[in-house]
């Protein structure tokens, strides 16, 4: 029990670790973007580094929507809350918003080919947790019935 | 669907929620789940449990009705 808290301790401090470089990444938004536009991506369109800076910053808003839910998550596993419903939908956001950051990345590929890697990541992702996301609704529903045992 | 007539038998028996759930080691609050036809499976046990303290059959508590 006490080594499962240290985990769950360690897996808070890290998603809060995260959401500081995406922050930091947003801070520094626009260099980064001219540098994946300019020297990874060899484009040198104003109109396709518009939209490569806007891709980008969506895909940050994604990130914060995905860290969120993952420290909301953990803080409901922190408090022994982990066979509740409440889960289940934090799980379904956390999916679908990797699905959007998929989308996202997608249109990005059309400028920096590179970002079509990204997007087979959150797809990935995505399956991972949605599959996860089935197991624990599986789980409470066995949970729910059990206790409704006499 | 399953009907769960334990009231009824408790109202024969004049036995009160409390004094039941006491003879038969259930709580109050899965005594009512039960009594609402809200739980989802009954132990054998119980059952044994609830026929002794009332003194019936476990046809006299549980009645099959088309949904």
Redesign the interface.
């Known amino acids: 029990m006490k080594y499962q808290n240290v985990i769950i301790r360690w897996s808070k401090i890290a998603t809060l670790l995260f959401v500081a470089m995406v922050l930091v990444g947003d801070i520094f938004g626009i260099p980064i973007t001219q540098y994946i536009c300019y020297i990874w991506a060899e484009v040198f369109d104003p109109a396709k580094f518009a939209a490569l800076a806007v891709v980008y910053y969506l895909g940050t808003v994604g990130t914060y929507v995905i860290l969120f839910s993952l420290l909301k998550l953990l803080i409901n596993m922190g408090k022994d809350v982990v066979f509740d419903r409440c889960n289940l939908k934090l799980m379904n956001i956390i999916a679908y918003t990797f699905v959007a950051v998929a989308i996202d990345c997608i249109v990005g590929g059309f400028i920096w080919s590179g970002s079509f890697i990204l997007a087979i990541l959150a797809l990935f992702l995505a399956l991972v947790v949605q599959s996860v996301r089935v197991v624990f609704d599986k789980a409470i529903t066995m949970k ?2 059990l206790d ?3 | 669907m399953i009907i769960v007539n334990i009231d009824v038998m408790m109202a024969k028996r004049k036995i009160s929620s409390g004094e039941l759930a006491q003879k038969i080691g259930i709580t109050p609050a899965n005594l009512s789940i039960l009594k609402n036809q809200k739980a989802k499976a009954v132990r054998f046990s119980t059952l044994n449990d609830i026929c002794k303290a009332l003194d019936c059959q476990p046809g006299d508590i549980l009645e099959y009705k088309e949904d």
């Open positions: 729910e019935e409704l045992t006499i």
